[in-house]
Every structure is written in C-alpha cells, then in structure tokens.
C-alpha cells in the first residue's frame, strides 16, 4: 500500500512540474555546464554502529539535451569523500564516478531532478564498484548561483560510499 500512495504521489508531482514546466524557459540551454561542491552526512550507520559519517562531493554537469520530455538531461562526473570512526577504528573511501541526470524546472528559480551514477570507490588496499541513486534541488538566488541539495544512497558490498544527504552550492559557467 505504501508503494501504491508513493506512485501515486510522484505520478502527481510529476503531472504537475509538467504542466508548470510548458510555460517555464529550460533553465540551461545545451552545452551549459554546471558544477558544484557539497558536504554531507550519512546518517544510516548511527543506527547500527552509533557513528555518524561525514563527507563531501564535488560534481560537473554537461547539458546534453536541453528540452527532452519538458526538462534537461545532463551527463557529468562526481567525487565524493566520506569517513568517520568508531571504537578506535578509522574508515575512508573516495569515490570517483560518472552521473547523469534528468531535470524539471518547476520554476524559473527551482529545479528538481533525479539522477544515478556508477563508478569506483578506494580505500587502504580495496576497490569496489559502486552504484548511486539521488533525486536533489538546486534554488538559483542570482542568475549562475544555487542553493543545491541531494539525498541518495550508494550501493556497493553492503556499505556507503559518498554521503547520503549533501547539501552546498552550485555554479552555472
């Protein structure tokens, strides 16, 4: 049932940001690129582990096509940091990936997208692969800077490899 009220929700939201997104301008016409930094928690091991991890991503968006199904789609890459300790034990891992996006301007100010990425993540003598879904915001307050947010978890052996809830500050170049 609670999988049933989600569709229906996003269905909604997405019905709408459509209707709104007819009379709004893409907010970056293709060949824009757009780049940011990020710092965020991962908060889903203070659950288990009484740990809070700490990191940060930096990204780059390239517009690929600048009015595909009412939106923009991107192509990019990212790099994310994340690390903490518990019990005396110290954990890191980079992270360096591929992203893509898809993005709706709700309106000329506000952009919602979803996106994933797929890449590798390092840390003292391992490598694993790794997959990313986010959705995220970017709030433009001038014409080429934004409030940017994303919420995400990455997948990869059963551990999290970039912080699941970032927020930080975007440029358009």
């Given amino acids: 049932m609670k999988k049933i009220i989600a569709i229906l929700a996003v269905v909604i939201i997405g019905m709408q940001a459509a209707s709104n997104a007819n009379a709004i301008e893409p907010q970056w016409r293709q060949g824009t690129t757009l780049g940011g930094v990020m710092a965020g928690i991962d908060p889903w091991y203070l659950f288990d582990y009484d740990v809070l991890y700490f990191g940060g991503i930096g990204f780059v968006d390239y517009v690929l096509v600048d009015s595909w199904w009412k939106g923009h789609f991107t192509v990019g890459g990212q790099l994310g940091y994340i690390g903490g300790a518990v019990s005396g034990y110290h954990w890191h891992s980079f992270a360096a990936s591929p992203r893509v996006t898809y993005g709706l301007n709700l309106t000329d100010k506000f952009e919602v997208h979803a996106g994933l990425n797929t890449g590798l993540a390092f840390g003292k003598g ?34 999290s490899y970039s912080p699941s809830l970032t927020a930080g500050i975007s440029f358009v170049f």
């Fill in 126 to 159: 391992w490598t694993h692969f790794i997959h990313n879904e986010f959705v995220g915001m970017h709030l433009f307050f001038s014409e080429n800077v934004a409030f940017t947010a994303q919420a995400g978890y990455a997948f990869g052996l059963d551990d």
